[in-house]
């Protein structure tokens, strides 16, 4: 078995703020919607930060998506969602929150009320996962993904834990149903440990490292840094120099073209006139008010 190599890595430095209620660094801005990070598109992750209490729920109001997934993992605090296709719910530490926008949806985005009478610290990350040209116009769709749900592996030597939100790690399946082969893993490693982790053949491979700093190889990499890995080789060793926590973003690339523009993620530009034109005229539904 040969080890994946790391390739490159991305560090953004700036955050900036969705809506008044997440605060996120795009963690790879600059290979975000490109064949690179294929089949995933983009990655916002906002650090533990402290929000007064407040009686209006700080957030993002109605916008539309098309095309593609967004997936809300939640570290700190509570976040609840509405879209226009019915779907709406809460999710907290540990959940996760998988919304297929596919033909188009309006939804809302807000820290949950209690979270927001209460204040304290919201942390959460928000993925996009592209869609395959064939998936793109179905029926919208939405998952909640609880923390009880989502298989727990302790990694061996006590060396931490790792979550199977999608696809599997060794025999063990993750809950999220997903339109193309993929895994999204959340891993904490513990100080001075290792882990060793098989990726399936082929799988483009990301790791996003959220907290602490880790080593592989001969070389280090600290909090906020995402490393590329090489397609060829089947597993990446990884060591933890500090309590650490990060996501193993992996996939089957989804060899089409990518047209992006804002909440909209197709294949042609055709096609995003289209969504703005559908977007404009109502044609991606209503959210009561
Ligand atoms: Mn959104």
Redesign the pocket.
């Known amino acids: 078995m040969t080890k994946k190599s790391v390739e490159s890595v991305e560090f953004t430095p700036h955050a900036h703020w969705v809506g008044d209620g997440f605060h996120v660094l795009p963690l790879f801005a600059n290979k975000a919607f490109t064949p690179a990070v294929s089949p995933f598109l983009m990655l916002d992750y906002a650090a533990p930060e402290i929000f007064p209490p407040r009686e209006q729920p700080p957030g993002?109001g109605p916008?539309p998506?098309r095309g593609f997934e967004?997936v809300t993992i939640v570290y700190a605090g509570e976040i609840e969602h509405r879209d226009s296709a019915g779907h709406s719910g809460k999710i907290g530490v540990g959940d996760v929150q998988w919304m297929t926008a596919a033909s188009g949806i309006l939804?809302d985005?807000f820290h949950s009320r209690e979270q927001s009478r209460k204040g304290g610290p919201v942390s959460m990350v928000q993925l996009w996962v592209n869609l395959p040209a064939k998936y793109k116009m179905t029926k919208p769709s939405y998952q909640t993904l609880l923390a009880q749900d989502i298989p727990v592996i302790a990694l061996s030597d006590e060396a931490g834990q790792l979550r199977v939100i999608a696809g599997a790690f060794n025999d063990q399946q993750g809950p999220a149903r997903t339109f193309s082969p993929l895994s999204v893993w959340d891993v904490k490693l513990e100080v001075g440990k290792q882990a060793h982790l098989p990726i399936p053949k082929g799988y483009r491979t990301l790791l996003a490292l959220l907290e602490g700093e880790i080593s592989i190889g001969e070389k280090a990499y600290r909090k906020g840094e995402v490393l590329f890995f090489s397609d060829q080789g089947e597993h990446i060793e990884i060591s933890a120099k500090t309590q650490t926590k990060f996501l193993i973003l992996s996939g089957e690339p989804i060899n089409e073209p990518i047209a992006h523009y804002g909440?909209f993620v197709m294949n042609t530009q055709d096609e995003i006139r289209t969504a703005i034109d559908d977007f404009r005229r109502g044609r991606m539904g209503h959210l009561a008010a």
């Open positions: 993002v916008h998506h967004t939804h985005e909440p």
